[in-house]
């Protein structure tokens, strides 16, 4: 298991067990459910902007000129080759996005299953 992995469900199981202490001490189960699942799915969209940082969404885009301008800009023609190859790369999911994505994901489940 790779160190993002590892971390993330360290930090996730940390939350998890701070949510079954404030249990013990008589929080309701459904206010921790709501802040679980709120900090939960902050978390996974923080990692899925991560996700869509190097996703490459903008590649090939033109630069619109005005009517009356005649200067041209050296990047404005990019062979279709270069730019197929570009967007059509492997997903990349950094470290960073991966660790966010795991608590996330771990902490809305959590907050599923204790409504239930």
Same mark, same amino acid.
Do not use: C
């Given at each position: 298991?790779?160190?993002? !992995?590892?971390?993330? /469900?360290?930090? &996730?199981?940390?939350?998890?067990?701070? &949510?079954?202490? &404030?249990?013990?001490?008589?929080?309701?189960?459904?206010? *921790?459910?709501?802040?679980?699942?709120?900090?939960?799915? =902050?978390?996974?969209?923080?990692?899925?902007?991560?996700? /869509?940082? !190097?996703?490459? =969404?903008?590649?090939?885009? @033109?630069?619109?000129? @005005?009517?009356?301008?005649?200067? @041209?800009?050296?990047?404005?023609? *990019?062979?279709?080759?270069?730019?197929?190859?570009?967007?059509? &790369? !492997?997903?990349?999911?950094?470290?960073?996005?991966? /660790?966010?994505?795991?608590?996330?994901?771990?902490?809305?489940?959590?907050?599923?299953?204790?409504?239930?």
């Amino acid at each position: 298991m790779n160190k993002p !992995k590892r971390l993330g /469900l360290l930090i &996730a199981l940390v939350g998890i067990v701070v &949510a079954l202490i &404030a249990m013990v001490f008589k929080v309701s189960a459904i206010t *921790i459910s709501n802040y679980l699942f709120l900090i939960g799915l =902050l978390f996974t969209v923080i990692g899925l902007i991560g996700v /869509l940082s !190097k996703g490459h =969404l903008f590649t090939g885009w @033109r630069i619109f000129h @005005r009517k009356g301008d005649d200067e @041209r800009f050296e990047n404005e023609k *990019i062979p279709a080759d270069k730019i197929g190859g570009i967007k059509n &790369a !492997k997903i990349v999911v950094r470290p960073f996005a991966q /660790l966010t994505l795991i608590i996330g994901i771990i902490w809305i489940a959590f907050a599923i299953i204790i409504t239930l």
